[in-house]
C-alpha cells in the first residue's frame, strides 16, 4: 500500500473508462476516497459504483468545487486525465485547435487555480497530469494533440518548479500506446507507432502508484521513452530525421 494514498481525497477526471477509469479503480484499491469524473454521467456513475466512489460528472475544467465539497471539503490528490486525441496537421480547422486546447491544457490551468490556494496554505497537495510520451515526444498525423500535449507537459513542469518547496508534488504521466477507446481512434497512424508496444490502462496506473511512492515528477509507463526523449534532446536533427523516416512509411502505407 502506497501510505500517501490511504484514505486520500482523490479526484479523477476522464474517469469513465481507460486510463482514468483504472487510475480511480487502483486509488480505490489503495484505500482512498474517489471522485470519479467523467462528461458522460453515466461512464462516471457505473465506475463509482463499481469502486464505491462518487461520481461528480460534468466538464472536467468546471468540477473541482463540486468534488472537493463531496469529499468533505478537502482534495488531497487531483489526476487531470480528461484528454482529447485530436489528430489532422496545421490545417485542421480552428475549432479543433481550440478543443484540443481547451481540454489538454487549460483543463489543468483552471484546475490548478481552483486547487492551489487551499494547497499552498495547508504546505501539500498533489497534482497528476496525465500526459502523453506525445508531450515528450512528438506524434505523426496528429499535430493538435502534440502540440497541446507539449503545453500540458510544460504546465506539469512549471507547477512543480514553482511550488514544490511549498510542499505541491506534481507527476506527470507519459505513456505511448495504451489500449483505449482513444488507441483505436488513432486509426493507421496509431497501428504503425503506437499498437505495438501498447499496454493496459492498469499498467499506467501500477506506473503512476509506484511514482507517487518514490515522489517522482515523470512517469513513464514505457521505460524506453527515456531513450527517446534523451535522443530528440541531444541528437535533434537525427530524431527528426528517424521520424520524418516514419511519417513517410505512414504515407506509404496509405
Known amino acids: 500500500m502506497v501510505e500517501a494514498v490511504q484514505d486520500a481525497g482523490v479526484v479523477v477526471t476522464g474517469a469513465g473508462g481507460g486510463i482514468g477509469a483504472a487510475l480511480a479503480r487502483r ?36 468540477i473541482v468545487a463540486e468534488a472537493r465539497d463531496a469529499l468533505g471539503g478537502t482534495v488531497d490528490i487531483y489526476c487531470a486525465n480528461a484528454g482529447l486525441g485530436s489528430g489532422g496537421t496545421e490545417a485542421a480547422g480552428e475549432e479543433v485547435w481550440a478543443q484540443a486546447w481547451d481540454v489538454n491544457v487549460m483543463a ?59 510542499g505541491l508534488k506534481v507527476h506527470a504521466i507519459c505513456p505511448q500506446g495504451v489500449r483505449t477507446d482513444m488507441l483505436t481512434a488513432s486509426g493507421s497512424a496509431g497501428e504503425l507507432v503506437l499498437v505495438p508496444t501498447a499496454i493496459d490502462p492498469a499498467d499506467v496506473a501500477d506506473a503512476l502508484l509506484k ?16 531513450a527517446y526523449y534523451q535522443a530528440r534532446a541531444t541528437e535533434p536533427d537525427h530524431w527528426l530525421t528517424n521520424m520524418n523516416h516514419l511519417q513517410q512509411k505512414w504515407e506509404s502505407a496509405r
Open 108 to 166: 489543468h490551468v483552471r484546475a490548478a487555480r481552483a486547487l492551489l490556494p487551499a494547497w499552498l496554505e495547508r504546505g501539500e497537495g498533489r497534482f497528476v497530469s496525465t500526459v502523453s510520451a506525445a508531450g515528450l515526444l512528438t506524434m505523426i498525423g496528429a499535430a493538435p494533440y502534440s502540440v497541446t500535449k507539449h503545453g500540458a507537459y510544460a504546465f506539469a513542469e512549471w507547477l512543480s518548479l514553482t511550488y514544490r518547496h511549498r
Open 27 to 62: 486509488f480505490a484499491a489503495e484505500g482512498a476516497r474517489v471522485v470519479v469524473n467523467d462528461i458522460d454521467a453515466g461512464r462516471a456513475k457505473a465506475v463509482a459504483d463499481e469502486i464505491g466512489g462518487i461520481a461528480v460528472p460534468g466538464d472536467a475544467s468546471t
Open 211 to 226: 511514482g507517487i511512492a518514490q515522489d517522482r515528477f515523470l512517469i513513464l509507463p514505457h521505460p524506453e521513452v527515456a
